[in-house]
């Protein structure tokens, strides 16, 4: 288990970049501002994360999480016998649920704005979908 500091820091650079997505696209983020904007130090950060990148993969990561639970759940709930399109629509619901329930990021994955972004999201779809798949 993480400590409760560290899990604080990390949710607030999260937030923070969220925040910052709003007025700037993703590229043009530096550590730096947002660094400023979240109120932490640059030696905090690279503490935690690499670099940019490496943060907002953990928020896709955090959110895959997510999905995958919610999946294996509607999974148990509803197609206890595995029936293959059964399984499709609950990996589409649990994907749409997390995109909805997290649009104040997802809105951010335009392919025009923010390609890395769009990039990683259609990953994770990817992801997602080979998960049911390999079953």
Same mark, same amino acid.
């Given at each position: 288990?993480? #400590?409760?500091?560290?899990?604080? !820091? ?5 937030? !923070? ?7 700037? #696209? ?12 979240? #109120?932490?130090?640059?030696? !905090?950060?690279?503490?935690?994360? $690499? ?15 997510? $999905? ?18 059964? $399984? ?15 649009? #104040?990021?997802?809105?951010? !994955? ?26």
């Amino acid at each position: 288990m993480e #400590d409760k500091r560290i899990t604080k !820091t990390k949710k607030c650079l999260k937030n !923070t970049l969220i925040r910052m997505l709003d007025k700037e #696209d993703f590229e043009h983020i530096s550590i730096t501002d947002l660094c400023r904007e979240a #109120d932490i130090s640059r030696i !905090t950060f690279y503490s935690h994360y $690499g670099d940019k990148y490496a943060l907002v993969n953990e928020i896709f990561n955090d959110m895959l999480e997510i $999905g995958k639970e919610k999946y294996y759940r509607r999974q148990s709930e509803n197609n206890p016998k595995k029936h293959l399109v059964t $399984g499709y629509v609950n990996i589409l619901n649990s994907i749409l649920d997390v995109y909805y329930e997290r649009y #104040d990021f997802f809105r951010h !994955t335009d392919p025009e704005k923010n390609p890395y972004l769009a990039s990683r999201l259609c990953s994770i779809i990817l992801e997602m979908v080979e998960l049911h798949t390999d079953h």
